[in-house]
């Protein structure tokens, strides 16, 4: 029986399930950090903490219903590379909105902050839609660089 037990503790590690994962997303959305293009592989929308708005996120790991990402020094926030952006819950155009990147490891964290181009497409019962462009420059890092289209789960 402890065999068993171990195995089934060591099951989700094995085939990257668990909090890593994060809820899957579709689109072709990509990222350019500096020199790395980290793939934006979960997502999700959620109630922005703050006001009627939605917080739409993606990023390169962990992110489902239960993350929120626009925080401010936020020590639970995930590893990995991100963008997110607060907008109306309705289908629109909103240019030279505030979008978000931030970069988070265990060490260490980043946020760079700017105006961007967003696109919500469509908000149904289980699925928000849209495109997002975006740039900024650091004097470190490069090119910072968001763009493409997203199909996230509607967690609200």
Known sequence: MRKTCLLLLLLPIAIGCGDD??????????????????????????QHEENDDMLVQVGSRAVDCGTYLDRFLDFDAPNGHFVHFAVPKVPGTYDSHSVSVDRNSSRESYSYSSTGD????????????????FMVTDDEEGEI???GTFDVLRCF
Do not use: F
Not at 31 to 43: L, R
Not at 118 to 133: F, H, P
């Open 118 to 133: 967003v696109v919500i497409d469509s908000v149904d019962e289980m699925r928000v839609t849209g495109s997002v462009s």
């Open 21 to 46: 994962a994060g809820e899957p997303i579709e689109g072709t959305i990509m990222m350019q950090y500096g020199d790395k293009m980290p793939a934006m592989v979960a997502g999700s929308a959620v």
């Open 145 to 147: 660089a968001v763009s």
